[in-house]
């Protein structure tokens, strides 16, 4: 959820700057971010299940196999 | 049109400060979608009407309910905002606040200098059609690509899940990987679970 | 003939070689043959060259030999060169025909000893570094004899290894010998660098033309020169090492330690002896050592029980003598007493070694008795030599050679009637000692009855250093003359109120007075001894005396126990400390590196988000 207030936080930054200087590409970027964010958030999500589904827990410190 | 910007970059910045500190997901979440509202009416002001389109439809309308299917998928419930209670205490949120104010800072400083006005002029979805379908275009395709593979491995990562029951193996013996030798995909899956 | 030098220290040094090679597989006779027959040859050889030399002196009195350049750096080009004149050829004649007799009793001496073959080779080493040092022409080279025979005293005083205290000794011979001779290693650079040659001849000369009488140079040359004589001739302070030394073998005490080794000392001086009449600090330092020397070592001499002990002590003491008169000026004297000391020191120990062997190893002469009757050749040999070293008036070489000494420290330009003085006194405990021990070991009871006996090839040297050592004396006029080629004449201040005849005469009396006194205390009556020692301030005397007067408390707590503690205390080496430290700081750093390796999400989150911000923060200040 972090993940998508930073990034929407950037796709903010790219439309003001295109807002500013009255061009289109602040768009054209917003929409390259959004298009990321959903693939990132359907893999990420995926990803999600398949932890929940080992460790039967979402704390991040379970995660700790590369530990050493 | 300058207050409306003002209200709704408030309504943004406090939405989200309320998400971060719920002890509840689906709480949190939909305080990120009212989040995601405000930043798309700031868009509107802003004369981006399409990115505030976009952002209405896709983020909040798309992505925000894939999440909440995730979160009533795997039912955490109770149990979850008892833990988040026991882990988001006071002395947790220092250093990431440390870390955000810098940044804040930084960002603050590099944003100095002349204020220009709140343009007027609205860019027109045609423009930015016409952006995309020119300079932008590998743009297009390379985001396409992108949403083909995120489709991929999101099936991918999910299809196993659900198919075969896990297999306890002893990865010691030799029967054990007698068993999962030869298909290595599997061999990753059906190790044997560390169990929490 | 004279051509012929280089052959006497080489016939040594050959068969030594030889012996280390192949002795094991050798039988005894060979080897005998090989050890003492090399050092026979070297004797022949040094006769005939004496005999050459004395007939037809060459030119300058003196004869050089050079067999190859040693070393070649720069200005610095010491060679392996002989260097024969009346001082050298004296020393070497000593040398090779005491140190024969020696070996030839030795033959005997040593046949029932498993090392055989190695205590020849360490002999026959010994006498070619030697006469590597007699012979050298220049410092260095001397230097390397005297290294070599510092060498072969530690080897021979430890030659029986397997018993840990002759280590002991060997070690305390060589740690002590070298400080003396680090002293002369400084003297050597300080001489390089300041004369710019090590050759003698020239050292003398262009010491004489470039430094003044009592320049700093000079004296501090000198001074350090004497160190390492005093280290190398067991002379105050450096004394402690000779008694200790009696744990070798008897051939060895008499050969190194009595006859030859230790007065490698008075050659050096005598060698040198330009530089000390350059430095007149330290030729009075010379005499003054000789004469504490002298004095220290005879009462010692006059407490121990060791039969080889007292012999050790003597030894000291008559080198303090031969100190005596090279501190004074009186080279001759010196070198005449070096002669007649070394046949008749060399005559005791190899009767005491005789007598040892006799009585089953018994080393204490309060356990021997009545030898006179048992060992009559033993007897008379040693009652000769006892007599040569006390200094029985007109009968023995000893008398004639220790009372020019004792006449020139009156006479002498360098002379003082202290010194006079003390070695009178020396002259009458060395009466009193050598009489302790004759009446103790041949006369009164027997107390250990004789279980071995011996034959000719033990009681042969004897005989023949009995005769020398009386006949010696004789020869005191040609003697002095043939060495005025080498050594300056001795400069007498004009004796007031003495003459030579009186101090004989006052020697004389002293002889009679303490034959007297050991008579009294040793053989009629000796009860009388036990009473003396029994009496308290006798009882402290006694154990001070016997302990050489302290010397070895004295350097145990002011060098060995420090060094001792410095050695625990760095028992875990602050040196490596440093590097033990690099080590550990690196580990250090490994465990904390890689406890950030936690696995943790969250850890690795906070990670980048920290880097970012500090990435940013540094684009910004740029």
Request: charged letters at 10%; aromatic letters at 12%; proline letters at 3%.
């Amino acid at each position: 959820m972090s993940l998508e207030v930073m990034l929407n936080a950037a796709g903010l930054a790219f439309v003001v700057g295109g807002s500013r200087w009255h061009q289109a590409d602040g768009q054209v970027m917003f929409l390259f971010i959004l298009t990321m964010a959903a693939a990132e958030v359907a893999v990420g999500l995926a990803l999600v299940l398949r932890i929940y589904h080992r460790f039967k827990s979402l704390d991040a410190d379970v995660l700790s196999g590369m530990r050493g | 049109m300058e207050p409306a910007f003002y209200i709704a970059g408030g309504v943004a910045v406090l939405a989200t400060l309320l998400m971060l500190t719920r002890l509840n997901v689906v709480h949190a979440l939909l305080y990120l979608i009212v989040s995601l509202l405000g930043v798309g009416v700031v868009f509107f002001v802003l004369g981006a009407p399409f990115a505030a389109a976009l952002e209405a439809i896709v983020y909040a309308g798309a992505i925000m309910v894939l999440f909440l299917f995730v979160v009533m998928m795997l039912n955490i419930g109770a149990h979850a905002a008892e833990t988040e209670k026991q882990w988001l205490t006071r002395g947790v949120w220092t250093g990431p606040g440390v870390l955000a104010g810098i940044l804040l800072i930084e960002v603050a400083y590099l944003g100095r200098g002349s204020y220009a006005a709140l343009g007027t002029a609205a860019i027109a979805p045609k423009e930015v059609g016409i952006a995309l379908f020119g300079p932008y275009l590998i743009g297009v395709e390379l985001a396409s690509m992108l949403l083909l593979a995120g489709l991929v491995g999101a099936y991918h990562l999910g299809f196993h899940e659900a198919e075969k029951p896990e297999i306890q193996h002893d990865t010691d013996t030799h029967e054990g990987r007698a068993d999962t030798g030869g298909d290595l995909v599997l061999a990753g899956t059906d190790r044997s679970a560390r169990t929490p | 003939m004279l051509s012929w030098l280089w052959l006497i220290p080489a016939l040594p040094f050959a068969s030594a070689a030889v012996l280390m090679l192949f002795g094991a597989r050798l039988p005894r006779r060979a080897t005998a043959a090989v050890g003492v027959g090399s050092v026979g040859l070297s004797a022949l050889v040094t006769i005939l060259v004496a005999f050459s030399f004395w007939s037809a002196p060459p030119a300058g009195d003196s004869y050089t030999q050079v067999l190859w350049t040693w070393i070649r750096v720069a200005v610095f080009e010491p060679q392996i060169g002989l260097y024969l004149d009346a001082l050298s050829l004296v020393m070497i004649l000593v040398v090779t025909c005491v140190g024969f007799l020696i070996h030839f009793y030795s033959a005997e001496f040593m046949m029932e000893d498993p090392g055989y073959s190695r205590f020849f080779a360490y002999m026959n080493l010994f006498v070619a570094s030697m006469i590597t040092l007699l012979l050298g022409n220049n410092l260095l080279l001397l230097l390397l004899g005297w290294e070599g025979v510092g060498l072969c005293s530690y080897l021979l005083i430890g030659f029986w290894y397997r018993d840990p205290e002759n280590g002991l000794a060997a070690r305390k011979a060589f740690i002590v010998t070298r400080v003396g001779d680090s002293a002369m290693m400084l003297a050597l650079f300080l001489l390089f660098s300041g004369l710019g040659t090590l050759q003698i001849r020239d050292l003398m000369e262009r010491a004489s033309q470039q430094w003044p009488s009592g320049s700093t140079y000079a004296v501090a040359a000198a001074f350090l020169l004497l160190g390492g004589a005093v280290g190398k001739s067991a002379q105050l302070p450096l004394q402690v090492w000779l008694p200790d030394a009696m744990a070798g073998p008897t051939p060895t005490s008499a050969l190194i330690h009595a006859a030859t080794m230790v007065t490698a000392g008075v050659y050096l001086i005598a060698r040198t002896h330009v530089l000390f009449s350059l430095a007149p600090a330290a030729q009075t330092a010379v005499a003054v050592v000789g004469a504490a020397t002298l004095l220290l070592a005879g009462f010692s001499a006059l407490t121990q029980h060791d039969i080889k002990r007292i012999l050790a002590y003597s030894t000291v003491s008559q080198i303090g003598y031969m100190f005596l008169a090279l501190g004074v000026g009186a080279w001759q004297a010196a070198l005449f007493h070096f002669l007649t000391h070394a046949f008749f020191k060399a005559l005791l120990f190899l009767g005491a070694g005789v007598i040892i062997k006799s009585l089953h190893e018994e080393h204490s002469i309060f356990r021997m008795g009545g030898l006179r009757r048992e060992m009559p050749v033993v007897f008379w040999t040693f009652l000769i030599g006892g007599c040569a070293l006390a200094g029985l008036p007109f009968l023995t070489a000893g008398f004639f050679s220790k009372d020019l000494i004792i006449w020139e420290t009156w006479a002498a330009q360098g002379g003082h009637p202290a010194l006079w003085i003390a070695g009178m006194a020396g002259a009458l405990l060395t009466a009193l000692y050598t009489f302790r021990l004759i009446f103790r070991v041949f006369f009164g009871p027997v107390e250990t009855p004789v279980t071995n006996r011996f034959g000719y090839a033990m009681h042969a040297p004897l005989v023949i250093l009995a005769f020398l050592a009386v006949v010696a004396g004789y020869i005191k006029e040609p003697f002095l003359t043939f060495l005025h080629s080498a050594l300056p004449a001795t400069i007498d201040a004009g004796a007031g109120g003495l003459t030579e005849t009186g101090s004989e005469a006052v020697a004389g009396a002293l002889f009679v007075i303490g034959v007297y006194f050991a008579y009294l205390f040793h053989l009629r009556n000796r009860s009388l001894a036990d009473a003396l020692t029994a009496s308290p301030v006798g009882r402290a005397l006694h154990q001070w005396w016997f302990a050489g007067w302290g010397f070895d408390w004295i350097y145990d707590k002011a060098f060995v126990q420090p060094f001792v503690w410095m050695a625990n205390a760095n028992k875990s080496d602050f040196v490596d400390a440093f590097y033990t430290g690099v080590a550990r700081l690196t580990e250090w750093f490994y465990r904390e590196l890689s406890s950030t390796q936690t696995g943790r999400v969250r850890w690795y989150v906070t990670g980048m988000a920290a880097g970012a911000v500090l990435f940013i923060a540094m684009v910004l200040a740029l």
